[in-house]
């Protein structure tokens, strides 16, 4: 539908008003109607698989997949060879019937056999235009030679094939001259038997796959991943290979059903092949992995490596190990020695003990035969055999019950040349004090010297003034002289504590 468009006014200073003429250099054309049709590569295939009765696989493998190998391998025409050299043309490609093209070997019509599917178009042609200009029927109708219209026939056919970006890739499928074999599955010990059979074979295979460029074999030399991404690409081979060529024709057959029928037959004989072609493949592959030298070589690598990690794990086990080892040793050896060093001191602790026990038995005899020598400071009236026994174990007791120093005191008092009896007595008093005043349940057993009792006492009396004094200040505190103790025990044995009389005279 035509619209109207409106113009925009002309900038200032190019108005008729300035003096400027207006050039109009073409008028707009009339507005006019077109049909359209639908176009491009999508709707072509859709009306293209209706047409056939195709799904879009069988479609894209008939048509679109050729069509895109064919149109990489078109090459300019600078670069035709400048001398290309054909085949020699024999008695039996003269005698080649039209008729019979399928069962023709067309590079060989065109004098390619030596390139074959490496051939570009450039060389086709070339090729075409040296045989046209040998044998066309126009050069031939002079000699009368029949065999050469027949043979160009042939020729022309060999072209229109192989410049067909459909049908070439159909016919490279099937080439009678171009083996399919495998290697046998067994080689021989070298490394270059094998590159040297298999490398061919892949790159034979190789102009089948659908992914360019395709990886080689290489040699003993390639690395791991070069390898492996060799073999990562043929087990997951994708092939164009197709056998259309091997189609069976008839074209007597005139009922629809009988060539749907037919075209069915061709089209299972089709999968079946292709089937057997991707199983032979996959056996090639197979059978490379398990001779190729490289993988025998990197396995072992690899297990030298596995080896040499396990024998560091081990290693480092055994080391762990051994060091726990010597560490639970070093710990044994420093127990044991703290143990002998430990043992050592008991010994000497024990020695030492032994040793002042033994000085202490010796002590504590040197008083007991030094009041037992003075009559345990009784005079001669009071010296009866049960205040002397009553004495003694007085005296033993409290010779278990004082320190070595206290024992050593009493010594000192017991063996000075100027003792007295009342300075033994007192000594004996004080050293049942102090016994006293740390065991107080012992008071009832000291009577002989000074009552027990009276002595707790006094030692609660003594205490309470040392309380009493740290109270007063320090002018007025005096410790006891001897001769006031002296008076005090002369007073406490005159007049014992507990007796309602203690106060009479």
Same mark, same amino acid.
């Given at each position: 539908?035509?619209?109207?468009?409106?113009?925009?006014?002309?900038?200032?200073?190019?108005?008729?008003?300035?003096?400027?003429?207006?050039?109009?250099?073409?008028?707009?054309?009339?507005?006019?109607?077109?049909?359209?049709?639908?176009?491009?590569?999508?709707?072509?295939?859709?009306?293209?698989?209706?047409?056939?009765?195709?799904?879009?696989?069988?479609?894209?493998?008939?048509?679109?997949?050729?069509?895109?190998?064919?149109?990489?391998? =078109?090459?300019?025409?600078?670069?035709?060879?400048?001398?290309?050299?054909?085949?020699?043309?024999?008695?039996?490609?003269?005698?080649?019937?039209?008729?019979?093209?399928?069962? *023709?070997?067309?590079?060989?019509?065109?004098?390619?056999?030596?390139?074959?599917?490496?051939?570009?178009? +450039?060389?086709?042609?070339?090729?075409?235009?040296?045989?046209?200009?040998? $044998?066309?029927?126009?050069?031939? @109708?002079?000699?009368?030679?029949?065999?050469?219209?027949?043979?160009?026939?042939? =020729?022309?056919?060999?072209?229109?094939?192989?410049?067909?970006?459909?049908?070439?890739?159909?016919?490279?499928?099937?080439?009678?001259?171009?083996?399919?074999?495998?290697?046998?599955?067994?080689?021989?010990?070298?490394?270059?038997?094998?590159?040297?059979?298999?490398?061919?074979?892949?790159?034979?295979?190789?102009? $089948?796959?659908?992914?360019?460029? =395709?990886?080689?074999? %290489?040699?003993?030399?390639?690395?791991?991943?070069?390898?492996?991404?060799?073999?990562?690409?043929?087990?997951?081979?994708?092939?164009?290979?197709?056998?259309?060529?091997?189609?069976?024709?008839?074209?007597?057959?005139?009922?629809?059903?009988?060539?749907?029928?037919?075209?069915?037959?061709?089209?299972?004989?089709?999968?079946?092949?292709?089937?057997?072609?991707?199983?032979?493949?996959?056996?090639?592959? *197979?059978?490379?992995?398990?001779?190729?030298?490289?993988?025998?070589?990197?396995?072992?690598? /690899?297990?030298?490596?596995?080896?040499?990690?396990?024998?560091?794990?081990?290693?480092?086990?055994?080391? +762990?190990?051994?060091?726990?080892?010597?560490? /639970?040793?070093?710990?044994? !050896?420093?127990?044991?020695?703290?143990?002998?060093?430990?043992? *050592?001191?008991?010994?000497?602790?024990?020695?030492?003990?032994?040793?002042?026990?033994?000085?202490?038995?010796?002590?504590?005899?040197?008083?007991?035969?030094? +009041?037992?020598?003075?009559?345990?400071?009784?005079?001669?009236?009071?010296?009866?055999?049960?205040?002397?026994?009553?004495?003694?174990?007085?005296?033993?007791?409290?010779?278990?019950?004082?320190?070595?120093?206290?024992?050593? !005191?009493?010594?000192?008092?017991?063996?000075?040349?100027?003792?007295?009896?009342?300075?033994?007595?007192?000594?004996?008093?004080?050293?049942?004090?102090?016994?006293? @005043?740390?065991?107080?349940?012992? @008071?009832?057993?000291?009577?002989?010297?000074?009552?027990?009792?009276?002595?707790? @006492?006094?030692?609660?009396?003594?205490?309470?003034?040392?309380?009493?004094?740290?109270?007063?200040?320090?002018?007025?505190?005096?410790?006891?002289?001897?001769?006031?103790?002296?008076?005090?025990?002369?007073?406490?044995? !005159?007049?014992?504590? %507990?007796?309602?009389?203690?106060?009479?005279?």
């Amino acid at each position: 539908m035509a619209s109207t468009v409106t113009l925009p006014l002309a900038p200032l200073g190019m108005g008729p008003e300035t003096g400027n003429a207006v050039i109009i250099h073409a008028a707009i054309s009339p507005p006019r109607s077109l049909i359209l049709y639908r176009a491009g590569q999508a709707y072509s295939a859709y009306h293209r698989r209706r047409q056939n009765n195709s799904t879009e696989a069988d479609d894209y493998e008939q048509h679109i997949l050729p069509q895109d190998l064919a149109r990489t391998k =078109v090459e300019s025409e600078v670069d035709i060879p400048e001398a290309l050299v054909l085949d020699e043309v024999t008695k039996d490609l003269l005698d080649l019937d039209p008729a019979e093209w399928k069962k *023709q070997d067309h590079y060989l019509v065109l004098g390619l056999s030596s390139l074959r599917y490496k051939a570009t178009q +450039a060389q086709i042609k070339k090729a075409h235009q040296m045989r046209a200009l040998q $044998f066309h029927p126009d050069k031939s @109708a002079s000699t009368g030679n029949s065999h050469n219209e027949t043979f160009f026939k042939c =020729v022309q056919r060999a072209y229109e094939l192989l410049t067909d970006p459909v049908r070439r890739p159909q016919f490279d499928s099937v080439d009678p001259t171009i083996s399919d074999d495998i290697p046998k599955a067994r080689l021989g010990s070298s490394g270059q038997d094998f590159f040297s059979t298999y490398g061919p074979v892949f790159e034979r295979e190789g102009r $089948f796959s659908k992914k360019q460029p =395709v990886p080689m074999l %290489g040699d003993m030399d390639a690395s791991r991943e070069e390898m492996e991404a060799f073999y990562r690409f043929w087990t997951q081979f994708d092939s164009w290979r197709s056998y259309e060529y091997l189609d069976k024709e008839n074209d007597q057959l005139e009922n629809r059903e009988e060539k749907r029928w037919h075209e069915k037959k061709n089209k299972t004989e089709r999968t079946r092949l292709k089937k057997e072609d991707t199983k032979r493949v996959s056996t090639l592959v *197979q059978q490379a992995m398990s001779a190729d030298p490289r993988i025998g070589k990197y396995k072992a690598m /690899e297990r030298l490596e596995k080896d040499k990690k396990r024998l560091a794990r081990e290693a480092a086990v055994k080391k +762990a190990e051994s060091e726990r080892l010597c560490a /639970e040793e070093e710990k044994r !050896k420093q127990k044991l020695q703290r143990a002998e060093q430990q043992a *050592q001191v008991a010994a000497e602790e024990r020695l030492r003990r032994e040793k002042i026990k033994k000085g202490y038995r010796l002590i504590k005899r040197s008083v007991r035969e030094a +009041a037992k020598h003075y009559n345990y400071f009784l005079d001669a009236n009071s010296s009866t055999p049960a205040a002397l026994a009553r004495r003694s174990a007085e005296l033993d007791l409290l010779l278990e019950n004082i320190s070595q120093d206290e024992a050593l !005191k009493l010594q000192s008092v017991f063996t000075s040349d100027a003792r007295d009896r009342a300075q033994s007595i007192a000594a004996m008093v004080e050293a049942i004090s102090g016994v006293i @005043a740390k065991t107080p349940a012992v @008071a009832s057993s000291f009577t002989s010297f000074t009552r027990g009792a009276d002595i707790a @006492a006094r030692v609660k009396q003594e205490k309470q003034k040392e309380a009493d004094k740290a109270q007063l200040p320090a002018k007025t505190q005096r410790e006891w002289t001897a001769k006031e103790l002296e008076l005090l025990i002369k007073a406490t044995n !005159k007049f014992p504590g %507990g007796t309602i009389d203690r106060w009479e005279t």
